[in-house]
Nanobody, 126 residues
Framework: QVQLVESGGGLVQAGGFLRLSCAAS????????MGWFRQAPGKEREIVAG????????YYADSVKGRFTISRDSAKNTAYLQMGSLKPEDTAVYYC???????????????????WGQGTQVTVSS
């Protein structure tokens, strides 16, 4: 049974930094993908970044390129989302998720992800 637990959200001023963590247990798949998604009030869920657990290949949404960095520590079974130069429009609930299917790319649709964390709130004040 896969369990994902996010942490690290909070309130930060525009221009600030936050690091989100996603501790995973039960990851027995050969080459899963870890994705970070977010959903703001009244908006659809969107992928922010993703990383192939084995290769380390990454994907970033255009809106966060150059500001966010996704990484993983295989020994700790933990993924991270380092967020910098935060903007008020980054305010959302952030979720980590696992796509258990082995693919060559990071899939962008949340429908492709099988397991989800509980979410952590990120609020950026102007």
């Amino acid at each position: 049974q896969v369990q994902l637990v996010e942490s690290g959200g909070g309130l930060v001023q525009a221009g600030g930094f936050l690091r989100l963590s996603c501790a995973a247990s039960g990851l027995t798949f050969s080459s899963p993908t870890m994705g970070w998604f977010r959903q703001a009030p009244g908006k659809e869920r969107e992928i922010v970044a993703g990383i192939k657990w084995r290769s380390g290949n990454t994907y970033y949404a255009d809106s966060v390129k150059g500001r966010f960095t996704i990484s993983r520590d295989s020994a700790k079974n933990t993924a991270y989302l380092q967020m910098g130069s935060l903007k008020p429009e980054d305010t959302a609930v952030y979720y980590c998720a696992v796509d258990r299917v082995t693919t060559g790319i990071v899939r962008k649709s949340g429908d492709s992800y099988d397991y989800w964390g509980q979410g952590t709130q990120v609020t950026v004040s102007s």
